[in-house]
């Protein structure tokens, strides 16, 4: 086992320690704003599994498929083409920490939808990285007003660190529902569940609910 696999191993056997048998604990610290077992941090943690992939702008391409009207393969110039989009919002790491006031800008999973027009069987969507990461949403989740593809963070380009070029936000949803290093997007008609909700973490991932294990 390498560093890695230990890694994915003890957050696996964490969630499997805490999924079932005891009740959730929902408890307020206070303030509205923070989710129930989060705390807030200043600086932006780095979490992933480590394989931090190097995609260059010119290789660059995110692709949107399955049960939509038009399927799409946008380039970094495509994606920079699309009505652009500003948003502020808080995320919220299943970690326990929590960084308020996010500043992200990109093209809105709105837009993303008008643009590929799901069908009307499509209900779910599953995410899919460069690193080989993939997460699952219901299709609901992401016709949020604040759900993004994002480039920019606070004014600068998104770091390699932190899922640059492009990655998704949802903030209604713990970060890991957010892709770093998107390269695919599948509407689909069933669910599919993504790296870390078959290894015992929630499938829906919401952190008013402190809603962390499945
Ligand atoms: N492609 C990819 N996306 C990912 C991950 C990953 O390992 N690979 N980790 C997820 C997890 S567990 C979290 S908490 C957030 C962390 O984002 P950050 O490193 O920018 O804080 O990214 C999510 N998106
Ligand atoms: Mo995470």
């Given at each position: 086992m390498d560093q890695n696999d230990r890694f994915i191993k003890s957050k696996e056997n964490w969630a499997k320690a805490r999924r079932g048998g005891e009740e959730r604990e929902v408890f307020y610290?206070?303030?509205?704003r923070l989710p129930p077992g989060q705390h807030l941090v200043e600086t932006w943690p780095v979490l992933d599994l480590g394989q931090k992939p190097d995609i260059p702008l010119s290789e660059w391409t995110l692709t949107i498929e399955g049960a939509v009207t038009t399927p799409v393969t946008w380039t970094w110039t495509d994606f920079l083409a699309q009505p652009q989009f500003k948003d502020v919002s808080d995320f919220h790491c299943v970690t326990s920490w929590s960084r308020y006031d996010n500043e992200w800008e990109g093209v809105s999973f709105k837009q993303l939808m008008a643009v590929v027009?799901?069908?009307?069987?499509?209900k779910f969507i599953l995410f899919q990285s460069y690193d080989d990461y993939t997460t699952n949403l219901p299709l609901d989740a992401c016709q949020?007003?604040?759900v993004l593809l994002t480039y920019k963070w606070n004014g600068r380009p998104l770091t390699k660190e932190h899922g640059g070029p492009v990655r998704m936000i949802v903030?209604?949803?713990?970060?890991?529902?957010g892709a770093k290093w998107i390269k695919a997007i599948t509407f689909s008609e069933h669910d599919e569940k993504g790296f870390w909700e078959v290894r015992?973490?929630?499938?829906?991932?919401l952190p008013w609910q402190n809603d962390r294990y499945g």
């Open positions: 610290e206070g303030d509205d027009q799901p069908l009307p069987s499509a949020a007003d604040d903030p209604k949803r713990y970060a890991w529902k015992g973490y929630s499938n829906s991932a």
